[in-house]
């Protein structure tokens, strides 16, 4: 049985934490933060869970996190 090839994208952007949930980071962060209120701004360095709906189609793209 061969290998699965990782999707290199999606390897840099997920983590699997010690439970074997995924985490990811929040999206809007990059630029354009001068409109957005600093608690707003706070909120989204926070790591957050991947929802259950996408667990399983990120697992399939990176196979051996």
């Known amino acids: 049985m061969p290998k699965i090839k990782t ?11 010690g439970t074997g949930k ?3 980071n929040k999206a809007f962060t990059s630029h354009i933060l001068t409109k ?4 707003r701004k706070r909120d989204l360095r926070q790591v957050t869970l991947v ?6 189609n990120i697992c399939a793209m990176v ?3």
Do not use: C, E, I, M
């Not at 957005?36 to 608690?39: D, Q, S």
């Not at 929802?51 to 399983?56: I, K, M, Q, T, V």
């Open 7 to 17: 999707n290199r994208g999606a390897a840099k952007r997920f983590r699997k934490t």
């Open 22 to 24: 995924v985490r990811r």
């Open 36 to 39: 957005k209120t600093t608690k």
């Open 51 to 56: 929802s259950a709906a996408d667990h399983r």
């Open 63 to 65: 196979p051996y996190l």
